[in-house]
């Protein structure tokens, strides 16, 4: 390797045939993408069942996450700490849901929407291209600890990113919530929701404003 070239980041690239689709591929000539990331032990199906309760006009995309789960599904990052996965694991899980997205090249706005490890990931996202997604929505996740190539730009870009959460979820630790609660408001355009009672899930009550957000941040941006 020539000595003045820079590696290559390590990748943990997405299975393209594993990817659920609302419609053809072909559509994303005209309409926005939300790109659908489930959680830990999780599968590709999981967050789909979502769509019907979502905006009609994207193309969405469910991925698989690329690391085998023990016992069952699949997860972004590999077992650690509780609200604390090894940043490297999750700078490559970054790194191939972009590659993806390279690959597909879709030509209209897209929006990113992730449940507990996908939320997490929803959040890297945004850290290290935030310039790429139009909004974000981190459904029961956390931010990932230490830094990111994009989080000074943050300070300015603050992106619009849906924030929703049970303040008793009983999975995600305090510590990681009290990160998230802490670097959001300066990093990001917050909209933080509570939903009491729901525990480590989805209200219908959560997807209906996240819906809205899409409306206001993905379909009429520009």
């Known amino acids: 390797m ?23 591929q ?24 979502l769509v019907p309760m979502l905006p009609s006009e994207p193309v ?11 016992g069952a599904g699949f997860s972004w990052f590999t077992p650690g700490a509780p609200g604390a996965p090894d940043s490297a694991v999750a700078d490559a899980a ?4 972009l590659d993806w997205l390279d690959r597909l090249a879709p030509a209209n706005g897209i929006a990113v929407l992730g449940f507990s490890q996908g939320g997490a990931l929803v959040t890297h996202l945004m850290r290290h291209a935030p310039e790429r997604f139009a909004s974000y929505i981190n459904l029961a ?3 990932i600890p230490g830094d990111a190539p994009a989080d000074s730009r943050l300070l300015e870009l603050r992106p619009p990113l849906f924030w929703g959460r049970d303040v ?9 919530i009290d990160r998230t609660a802490a670097w959001l408001p300066s990093h990001s355009t917050l909209t933080a929701r509570h939903y009491a ?5 989805i209200a219908r009550e959560e997807v209906d404003e996240a819906s809205e957000f899409l409306r206001a941040t993905l379909l009429s941006a520009g």
């Open 94 to 97: 970054v790194k191939g849901v």
């Open 60 to 70: 969405y995309a469910s991925l698989r996450a690329p690391m085998p789960f023990p």
């Open 2 to 24: 020539d000595q003045h070239q820079q590696p290559a980041q390590p990748s943990l690239p997405i299975d393209d045939e594993a990817v659920v689709w609302s419609a053809p």
């Open 26 to 49: 072909s559509e994303l000539a005209t309409r926005p993408l939300v790109v659908l990331l489930h959680g830990r032990g999780s599968h590709e199906h999981d967050l789909f069942t």
């Open 141 to 143: 996740g956390f931010t």
């Open 168 to 176: 008793a979820d009983p999975v995600i630790p305090q510590s990681a």
């Open 197 to 201: 009672g729901i525990g480590h899930s």
